[in-house]
């Protein structure tokens, strides 16, 4: 592991899940890339305006600056704390952005926080760390935080569960696995779909596989997305291979 991609929106929503990839830059030596991605305002001049159109422009533009300067902070921040750290700014869809800023730096791993999804704008980040999850081309760790920015469980790993599956193999568990025991020095134990509710474990580990169809989703129920949305756990999450 190498890179490490961190979208952030600077909300308090992002500090627990800032705290997984110090824990994970630091045990892995991986160089951390800061993306947030910018989206402009937008002015409707097609309804009335009381004053000038142009305040409306101004603000946009200041707005973005600020994004800019936020990023370059987080960014001193964290290699004040001797972290590798590049970044990178974009406009645009918010997942579109992110998978392809995880191609683009071939990313090992995208950390997103996520937290319950009570409002219309929630369930709007909600969606991206769903999407995101379903298609990046990379592993995806879903760090869950409460409606004020802290963390569920704290940044450690020291017990790892695995997600066992209908379709999951003995070699799926020690490939996506092996690596994060040596790392972490952690114990790793193996859960069945039943015992997947919030289990006393710092870190659940399990794989999407793809779903082709009413029938395939009817026999192979996706509880990969119900964990993403609802554990307290925070879990990581591999895609199968080609």
């Known amino acids: 592991m190498t890179n ?6 600077f909300s308090t929503n992002n500090t627990a899940a800032l705290d997984w990839v110090r824990l994970f830059a630091r045990k ?3 160089t951390i890339t800061l993306i947030h991605v910018y989206r402009p305002m937008v002015v409707d001049t097609t309804l009335p305006s009381l004053g000038d159109v142009g305040v409306g422009v101004i603000a946009s533009q200041e ?3 600020i994004s800019h300067q936020r990023l370059d902070q987080l960014a001193d921040q964290l290699r004040a704390e001797r972290f590798s750290v590049q ?3 974009r406009i645009g869809s918010v997942e579109d952005e992110i998978l392809a800023a995880a191609t683009e730096f071939s990313a090992d791993l995208i950390v997103m926080g996520r937290h319950d999804l009570n409002t219309f704008f929630d369930r709007l980040a909600g969606s991206a760390v769903s999407d995101v999850t379903e298609h990046a081309v990379c592993p995806v760790l879903i760090v869950p935080t409460t409606d004020d920015g ?5 940044a450690q790993v020291r017990t790892i569960a695995y997600a ?4 999951t193999q003995q070699s799926d568990v020690s490939a996506q696995t092996d690596s994060l025991i040596e790392a972490f020095d952690a114990e790793l134990r193996i ?6 509710d919030n289990p006393p474990v710092d870190l659940i580990v399990m794989q999407l596989y793809p779903q082709a169809g009413f029938l395939d989703k009817l026999l192979h129920p996706n509880y990969t997305a119900a964990l993403v949305e609802k554990s307290d756990v925070p879990v990581l999450v591999y895609h199968q291979s080609a």
């Open 4 to 9: 490490l991609l961190f979208p952030t929106d």
């Open 28 to 30: 892995t030596g991986s």
């Open 63 to 65: 707005l973005e600056e």
């Open 87 to 89: 970044t990178s700014w």
């Open 150 to 154: 802290h963390a569920t469980r704290p």
């Open 164 to 167: 066992m599956q209908q379709r």
């Open 191 to 196: 859960l069945t779909e039943d015992q997947l």
